[in-house]
């Protein structure tokens, strides 16, 4: 049972991780109907730039851990939201009226060069980072295993809740959210009525790259550890997050990052590490045959 529990709280924390990067690719979908396949590499960025943001605060003595991470925490979302815009206009924007594939194809090649571009600038070597935050407390403790729970962990599941809830109150209550479900239903009709399509899909694209640099922090703070490859991996999972919680859904992105957490974390403490991925993928296989809309996605109704 005590270590059911542990694995519970390690699940929880990789769960939220993904989540949230689920929920960029998500709102980017809910938009214009297209994956950023890209997203998982802007998620690394973010990681390597909190690293650079960590250093720069211990060269100039800032070394009380909440005023440094809420530094960093800025500077990395707006370093990363510069390039979740640049991708929309150089990647996006000029293929919008193309076919259904030309935009996929240039965000793998975009995925690409960030992936070679920080390889070149940060070198291929894991770059490891000393944590701000250490500690805990222990939850239970019972024949000799303690059960702890560490206070970054609650940070993590915290911050990704109150930012899953910030966004869907956004979407879901402001003038910028009504935009948004306007271009999602139709961009023709929504520019007819007065909504400036082209910002209303970088501010999408800005927001979600914001995101995926909180990830990248926490990413960095909770395994202590960054590499230029580390993006693709938890891009795949991400996405397979957002598709099994109902792309299109940020609850169900969230849903979707926890299911993926728990069932990796899980494998790899009962059964074996190497195949969690498998065991991952295959989840999902299984509900995309019986529910492919996803958990709480809704079946896309096509207009004629």
Known sequence: MEYFLQQLVNALTLGAIYGLIAIGYTMVYGIIGMINFAHGDVFMIGGFIALIGFMICGMLGLGWAPIAILLVLLLTMAFTAVYGWAIE???YRPLRGSFRLAPLISAIGVSIA????VQLTQGARSKPHDSLVDGGFTLLSANGFDVRVGWLQIVIVVVTVALMVGFTLLINRTALGRQQRACEQDMKMAALLGVNVDRTISLTFVMGAALAAVAGMMFLMYYGVIDFFVGFLAGIKAFTAAVLGGIGSLPGAMLGGLLIG???VFWAGYFSSEYK????FGVLILVLIFRPSGLLGRPEIEKV
């Open 89 to 91: 206009r150089l990647a």
């Open 114 to 117: 960030l992936q070679n571009y």
């Open 262 to 264: 728990l069932i990796e």
């Open 277 to 280: 991925d498998v065991a991952a």
